[in-house]
């Protein structure tokens, strides 16, 4: 074992400092009482600013929530895939919120990981040490997530280090004095192979009386972006009197077959129960002949139910399990790619408090037998207690966002489950969202000035089941997303296409979500790039960028929530997909249900019965994929002129279905596409001022 950072002090000093404090519990609340006493009005939610930031940006209200710059980064990327948490929240005595970051201090100067605390006296943000406190004491670190101790808030951030500038990078783990706030005791992590592996993914909790810390990395394959990586786990034993940390001798090979920095870790309240995901290289698993690629993936999933103690490594859950491509439908190549959707890079895992295991991950389209990949995605939700998949986030609603290197249009999902409400809460980053491009014009939108898309937080929650049999809505029913930070650009300098100026940019990236939101609010932090794209991928420039922490009320976001995202099949035979019996037309015309839904509120509707439909609805075709006919159903609340046509990537209309007024009420048209090839195409209903979209397939 190797030990870097503060040498340790006297027994005797530790002696007599720890065990000092006394742990003050303050009472629950419910949700609405907490709102009602902390929550100002709506009119004074001004985003507090740190100084230095570029003018124009305080003018920019259209945030939902409280936000606070706790520092400035040049390192706008804060992940190259999985995020992990980087943010924590705890409530004894004072509400502190404890946050992580990689700061580059300019654009070729020194890399550390800084720390966080900040505090709310109830009128107020007081962010300790504003600049962030450094953890690390070497020659350049970052990649940083966190664990902390829920009982008092105690960090222990990990991350990679370099101790020379000539030297690997190891990945280290650290605890916080907590008798000296912002200095950090590290552990480096032993290594395994030829090979570092780094961009540690921490979790922490006691189990049966003794504190670990759960960790996995991933191999550096240095000049080599094809080849698989290693993905290693480790335990580590905490020890609270030296602040420090009792590392194995080797990290455990959990797989040789990673692809992706995507590994993930989790773990329950009790530490019982332990949970790894990862994206799986299925090229060096079935195509070893072909060239490897990085999007070619499933999602695995390892369990351990003994606190970490022993694993199955040979067997793990395959939580996606694609479909094979099949030869004998060739030449009709889309028919032969059979699944079109494959995991890439995003992997959130998480275990709730009913000890239900989650997992949500990205899946942009993917056609094998083309070898291209979508920047268009979906972020799918799986979990253990069902096996059932379902749509998070829909990200397909534009063709030609950008949003720069390891991103889709919708990715880095970071879930939490509220103990009172049961809720199942989600953050996410959203690119190129409807609203913010021309969809006549392709070239009227806003992107930065090298051509990459803005991106923005997005919300969205999973109700609980219902008393009665069947209401399985838990994990499956998302509501749409709420955007909490709508701040794509600004007024200020721009190019004659709308394009956006480097510090003109506001694309928020990398959330995370603390895994403890027990209260009014969900704290979420995230960094806000001035420039989109990551210059270090030679995408854009550098910029100082704001690191945020934003705390969200969920009563808010309970009043915001309208409507359902729709479930779109993971499977070509729609294998898992999950189905609501209600076809997610849960809104009463002149009625916000939804928000009254997950506020427990009397909504005057029967469940049970079938509801009315919204006042404009255009359902998911069904059979999709199809061929040749397909059958498109959409609902009116009140009599409108109505047109609905189809449409192919390129934006070219190829079929009018209607284009007439119509009454209030279900409709369905049928849409023949023998006339056209096999390929991806887009329905469009408008009618008034409102527009609804949804993609489906033709497989011939």
Request: hydrophobic content about 35%; overall charge negative.
């Amino acid at each position: 074992m190797k030990r870097v950072g503060l040498a340790v002090f006297t027994v005797l000093l530790l002696g007599s400092l720890v065990g000092a404090s006394t742990i003050v519990s303050s009472p629950k609340v419910s949700i609405e009482e907490a709102t009602n006493q902390m929550i100002s009005d709506a009119a004074t939610n001004v985003p507090a600013y740190a100084p230095g930031l570029p003018a124009g940006i305080a003018e920019l209200d259209e945030i939902l929530g409280d936000t606070v710059h706790v520092g400035f980064t040049y390192w706008e990327s804060q992940h190259n895939g999985t995020c992990g948490r980087n943010i924590g929240y705890y409530n004894v005595g004072v509400p502190t919120v404890l946050m992580t970051w990689t700061c580059l201090e300019s654009s070729n100067g020194a890399r550390h990981v800084r720390f966080n605390r900040i505090t709310d006296d109830g009128g107020a943000f007081v962010v300790e040490e504003p600049a962030g406190y450094i953890v690390d004491a070497s020659n350049r670190a970052g990649y940083t997530s966190m664990a902390y101790n829920a009982a008092d808030g105690q960090p222990f951030p990990g991350y990679h280090a370099m101790a020379s500038a000539d030297a690997d990078a190891e990945s280290q783990i650290a605890a916080e004095w907590n008798v000296f706030p912002g200095v950090f005791n590290a552990t480096a992590l032993p290594e395994y192979g030829e090979f570092p592996h780094i961009w540690p993914k921490v979790a922490f909790a006691d189990y049966q009386g003794t504190p670990y810390m759960h960790s996995v990395t991933s191999m550096s394959r240095e000049d080599d972006a094809s080849a698989a990586m290693e993905i290693l786990y480790s335990r580590a034993e905490y020890n609270a009197a030296t602040y420090s940390f009792v590392a194995p001798e080797e990290q455990v090979l959990v797989t040789d077959n990673g692809m992706n920095i995507s590994a993930d870790v989790a773990v329950n309240d009790d530490g019982s129960m332990v949970a790894i995901a990862q994206t799986w290289s299925r090229d060096y698993e079935y195509h070893p002949e072909d060239d490897p690629s990085q999007m070619n993936n499933d999602i695995m999933l390892w369990i351990s139910t003994d606190g970490g103690t022993s694993w199955d490594w040979d067997n793990p859950i395959n939580v996606t399990d694609f479909a094979m491509p099949n030869p004998d439908f060739l030449p009709d190549s889309l028919a032969a790619d059979v699944d079109t959707f494959r995991a890439y890079t995003d992997v959130n895992v998480y275990i709730d408090h009913e000890n239900i295991v989650h997992v949500a991950f990205t899946a942009p389209g993917y056609f094998f037998y083309e070898g291209t990949i979508t920047y268009t995605a979906y972020i799918f939700h799986w979990d253990n207690a069902t096996n059932d998949v379902s749509v998070l986030a829909d990200g397909t609603f534009w063709n030609f966002v950008q949003p720069g290197a390891w991103q889709r249009q919708v990715g880095r999902p970071s879930m939490y489950q509220d103990p009172e409400t049961k809720i199942l809460w989600c953050v996410f980053q959203s690119y190129g969202e409807e609203g913010w491009y021309d969809p006549v014009d392709s070239t009227q939108y806003d992107r930065s000035d090298d051509g990459f898309s803005n991106g923005e937080i997005m919300v969205v929650a999973s109700p609980p089941n219902g008393d009665e049999a069947g209401q399985d809505w838990y994990g499956h029913l998302w509501t749409k997303p709420v955007n909490i930070t709508n701040s794509w650009g600004t007024n200020g300098e721009q190019t004659p296409n709308n394009q956006l100026v480097a510090g003109e940019c506001r694309n928020e990236r990398e959330p995370t979500l603390s895994l403890n939101n027990d209260g009014a609010y969900l704290h979420i932090n995230y960094v806000l790039d001035l420039d989109a794209g990551f210059v270090v991928q030679e995408e854009g420039e550098y910029t100082n960028n704001p690191v945020v922490y934003h705390r969200v009320a969920k009563l808010d976001l309970m009043d915001a929530f309208d409507g359902w995202v729709r479930n779109y099949p993971m499977h070509a035979d729609s294998a898992g997909y999950w189905h609501d019996p209600y076809d997610f037309a849960w809104v009463p015309d002149g009625t916000n249900w939804t928000s009254a839904f997950f506020r427990g509120e009397d909504t005057g509707v029967d469940e049970s019965e079938n509801l009315q439909p919204s006042e404009f609805e255009l359902s998911q075709n069904y059979p999709n994929p199809f061929n040749p006919t397909t059958m498109l159903n959409f609902s009116l609340a009140k009599r409108g002129h109505v047109q609905l046509a189809v449409y192919d990537v390129l934006g070219r209309e190829v079929a009018t279905l209607v284009n007439r007024s119509m009454s209030p009420g279900q409709h369905a048209v049928t849409f023949d596409g023998s006339s056209l090839a096999s390929g991806v195409y887009f329905v469009k209903m408008t009618s008034g001022n409102n527009t609804k979209s949804i993609k489906m397939v033709l497989m011939k």
